[in-house]
């Protein structure tokens, strides 16, 4: 106790209880400032990159994965289903890719950034409805024409293993291929574009 009547040792006592106290309270009020400045879970569904390991797709399978509230499928093509695409150009109403509905690095044959892996938007460009896939050839119901691919059964609408519209189909344009690019042999991210060489 010191001479004024003062318990200095109550008195450092109390104060580093208050500033303990303080300390939480201002940590406490600190957190939802700082946590607003990282996007929530639904910011990022409505638009941040996605990472996709493709590595157990077997050739001829299809995976599906969502980005954006979108379902994206990624097709493994076999070299066969990668022969087919030039075999089937007559009956394709845009099959160079020539509208500016795709990314640059997807305007070829297999609209893809490597033959092996188709990209796309699972959505048919016509009334938005999730296409079907349909890997077989020549099945009854598709015609002996039929090399493979997806059909939308809302509407008959076609479009071969490269997502591209048959000629004389509801669908007016090719299925969407969406920005993404590849991190390695065995790992995609979609939303972000690839660099154009």
């Given at each position: ?30 957190v939802p400032f700082v946590s607003s400045l ?44 990668i022969k087919s695409l030039t ?111």
């Amino acid at each position: 106790m010191s001479q004024d009547g003062v318990d200095l040792r109550r008195r450092r006592f109390l104060t580093a209880t208050t500033a303990a106290v303080g300390t939480v309270g201002v940590g406490f009020a600190a957190v939802p400032f700082v946590s607003s400045l990282f996007p929530s879970d639904k910011a990022k569904a409505l638009g941040a990159p996605i990472r996709v390991d493709i590595s157990k797709i077997e050739p001829g399978a299809l995976q599906r994965d969502e980005w954006r509230g979108k379902l994206i499928m990624i097709v493994r093509r076999t070299a066969e289903n990668i022969k087919s695409l030039t075999e089937i150009t007559e009956v394709l109403a845009d099959p160079e890719s020539k509208r500016e509905q795709q990314p640059p690095y997807a305007r070829n044959i297999g609209r893809s950034i490597k033959d092996e892996y188709l990209v796309m938007i699972g959505l048919c460009t016509h009334l938005g409805c999730a296409p079907t896939y349909r890997p077989e050839v020549a099945p009854d119901d598709l015609g002996p024409d039929w090399k493979g691919g997806f059909y939308c059964p809302c509407h008959g609408s076609r479009f071969d293993l490269a997502g591209r519209v048959y000629k004389n189909v509801p669908a007016p344009t090719n299925m969407v291929i969406p920005p993404y690019r590849f991190i390695n042999d065995t790992l995609i991210e979609i939303g972000v574009d690839a660099e154009v060489a």
